[in-house]
């Protein structure tokens, strides 16, 4: 009995903290300049798997696509009571958009058994909502988008409650499914101490070889791979090594991936400068409130 | 997968929820009319469900030159598989070069699911839309008259224009509220065209157990005149203030969501980029610092008044009238002039 989750989640740029030094002076953003973060509402998602474990047992397991610096974001989940992490990381993925990226996605699913398929609904950096829709289309799957809460979990059959926001609806269907959850469906919870003295020197190989070379600068490229290899299996052996998965791990077709996969492309990028066109200063007087309070009923703004 | 075909419609995705049209196909006829007539193409909407066919006259009246009327009591209600399977077999019979959708709940489950079966590009929650060339700057190869999808990136932080030139339809997702609707023309000429799509049970995944709506008890968006409250009003009995300001005016009183995450207004009345895109002839912005989330769903009202005690708050850029000045004493100010007004009248 139990449950297979499988929970998608990604590393952003914490858009809430741009400031002017975030930002290019072409207008674009300088991800580098921001902190990187757990995106919000797949901590939500890999809440609710937790949730499903504890109630029915199972295995929960992480998947983000990205650069090596995202194993952050999969290392947290371990923390917080995730079985297994994986890393998908390829140079052939950069500039993939929604669709490219739900496609490498599903190659990756693909390569596990799962019962529940669980994301966010959507991302601080680019908020699409896209990529969970996209991802149980290619898998062929039942999605129910915005799910607020679980209401039942029986044999194959789940009821989901959705926020369609002027109200809710709830909603049957068979297993498999995707889930993508909305930020009010319940309160993450913190990372396990003891989890995170377990898991805190959990590192992908990427991980490994940027450490070993780091560590070791004159070292020639085969004494690299030695000490990586050696790494890489004494994690293992202690069920701390997350797994890493390049496009041809996961069998996928170059085609559909990163720019030949992607048909939306940018054309410009420009910075936001909103200002008025005319502007007055009002003093905050009782004199010249009145003022502007009668150009205003003269202009007709206010009847 | 479609080909580039400069031929292709432009088609509205009309959606109605028991019949009733929502406000997004409404809103995104007015665009997309200009939009098709730049194209010298005919505009379309999509009209999938049970016993609608009346919606299609109001479709239009508001623009469309064909309605495809998509009837069925399976379609009675909303599923994303029997909607996508409407949507993709109709678009690889006519072929559009332009399909967009609201930006609302069922348009973000929708649209997804379809450009993925279509394997075309989507971009999400834009908020203008216009046609324009765009220049390959790998091979220099000039695209003419592609559809350009504006959207908020990064937050709000950067604009940024779509395209997709090789692979076909074009297709977006518009938000709410952002596209004015014109008047409708009750003697416009257009076609009803009627077809059959056979669905399976495949195609119907879902049982809908139970639903329930609250109708909003706010409509921000037809507003007139809105005055809303920032964090700064301080609390959820300062508050009021907002309150008794908007009912001297006849205005709606709206918040930014950091009054809402206070708890001082209930989310309904929330504006900017999490909550309602208004465009009121006045938006008076009390104690609030002008975030560029909020300023998305705000900065395209008529006039702005400002007040905040704050003179480097990001508000007074978008700001007709700014008052620096504790609102505490600024807003009871206008209370009082407002009221002596309306004596002398």
Redesign the interface.
């Known amino acids: 009995m139990g449950y297979n989750c499988v929970v998608l989640i990604k590393q952003v740029?914490d858009?809430?903290r741009?400031t002017g030094n975030a930002?290019n002076d072409d207008?674009?953003?300088k991800r580098s300049a921001l902190p990187a973060i757990f995106n919000p509402e797949d901590l939500n998602a890999l809440e609710m798997a937790l949730q499903i474990k504890e109630k029915f047992g199972g295995k929960i397991t992480v998947i983000t696509m990205g650069l090596p610096a995202a194993g952050a974001v999969l290392r947290d989940s371990l923390y917080r009571g995730a079985d297994e992490a994986i890393l998908v990381t390829d140079s052939r993925c950069a500039a993939s958009?929604?669709?490219a990226t739900?496609y490498i996605l599903s190659c990756a699913v693909k390569k596990l058994d799962y019962d529940i398929v669980l994301c966010g609904r959507q991302a601080?950096?680019?908020?699409?909502?896209?990529?969970?829709?996209?991802l149980?289309?290619?898998l062929g799957i039942?999605?129910?988008?915005?799910v607020e809460s679980l209401e039942q979990l029986e044999n194959t059959n789940i009821?989901a409650k959705r926020?369609?926001?002027?109200?809710?609806?709830?909603?049957?269907?068979?297993l498999p499914v995707l889930l993508t959850v909305i930020n009010t469906a319940n309160e993450p919870r913190v990372a396990a101490a003891r989890k995170i003295m377990k898991y805190k020197k959990a590192l992908s190989p990427v991980e490994i070889r940027q450490k070993i070379k780091t560590e070791n600068p004159q070292a020639d490229e085969s004494d690299i791979e030695k000490l990586v290899e050696h790494k890489c299996s004494g994690l293992k052996n202690v069920n701390m090594l997350i797994k890493q998965w390049n496009l041809d791990d996961i069998s996928a077709d170059l085609q559909w991936c990163g720019q030949s996969g992607?048909?939306?492309?940018?054309?410009?990028?420009?910075?936001?400068v909103?200002?008025?066109k005319?502007?007055?200063?009002?003093?905050?007087?009782?004199k010249?409130?009145?003022d502007?309070?009668?150009e205003?009923?003269s202009d007709k703004?206010?009847? | 997968m479609i080909e580039v075909n400069r031929n292709g419609e432009v088609w509205v995705f009309a959606e109605q929820h028991n019949g009733q049209l929502e406000d997004t196909p409404i809103e995104l006829m007015s665009k997309a009319r200009h939009l098709a007539d730049i194209l010298h193409v005919k505009l379309a909407a999509v009209l999938p469900g049970d016993k609608i066919k009346k919606l299609g006259k109001k479709l239009i009246q508001h623009g469309a030159d064909k309605v495809y009327l998509v009837e069925d009591p399976q379609l009675k209600t909303y599923q994303t598989n029997s909607y996508a399977k409407v949507i993709y077999d109709l678009i690889h019979k006519h072929k559009p070069q332009i399909v967009l959708y609201g930006a609302t709940v069922a348009g973000r489950d929708l649209a997804p699911r379809i450009a993925s079966a279509v394997k075309a590009g989507l971009t999400a929650d834009c908020t203008d839309l216009q046609i324009g060339d765009h220049q390959n700057i790998k091979d220099k190869k000039v695209h003419p008259n592609l559809l350009f999808q504006i959207r908020p990136a990064f937050g709000g932080n950067i604009i940024a224009t779509i395209i997709n030139h090789d692979r076909w339809p074009q297709m977006a997702t518009v938000r709410e509220g952002v596209m004015v609707p014109t008047e409708p023309d009750a003697k416009r000429k257009g076609e009803i065209i009627e077809e059959k799509i056979a669905l399976t049970e495949q195609d119907l995944p879902l049982e809908i157990l139970e639903e329930h709506k609250q109708p909003k008890k706010v409509d921000l968006k037809a507003a007139r005149i809105i005055v809303a409250g920032g964090a700064g009003v301080g609390s959820k009995d300062n508050f009021q203030l907002i309150w008794d300001l908007a009912n001297c005016l006849g205005a709606s009183p709206a918040a930014t969501r950091a009054a809402v995450d206070l708890g001082f207004i209930d989310h309904d009345h929330q504006v900017g980029q999490t909550g309602t895109t208004v465009r009121p002839s006045l938006y008076i912005a009390v104690g609030i610092s002008g975030q560029i989330q909020h300023q998305a769903g705000m900065s395209q009202s008529q006039k702005i008044i400002a007040i905040n005690s704050d003179p480097a708050a990001p508000i007074f850029n978008i700001a007709h009238y700014k008052i620096v000045g504790d609102l505490n004493i600024v807003v009871p100010m206008m209370i009082k002039a407002l009221r002596e007004k309306s004596i002398k009248e």
């Open positions: 740029p858009t809430k741009i930002m207008g674009t953003v958009d929604t669709l739900s601080i950096d680019g908020d699409t909502a896209q990529v969970g829709p996209q149980a289309e290619k039942t999605q129910i988008t915005y009821i926020n369609i926001g002027n109200g809710w609806q709830k909603i049957k269907a068979s992607s048909p939306t492309k940018v054309h410009r990028i420009q910075s936001v909103l200002t008025a005319e502007s007055k200063a009002i003093e905050p007087t009782e010249g409130i009145a502007m309070i009668h205003l009923i703004v206010i009847a």
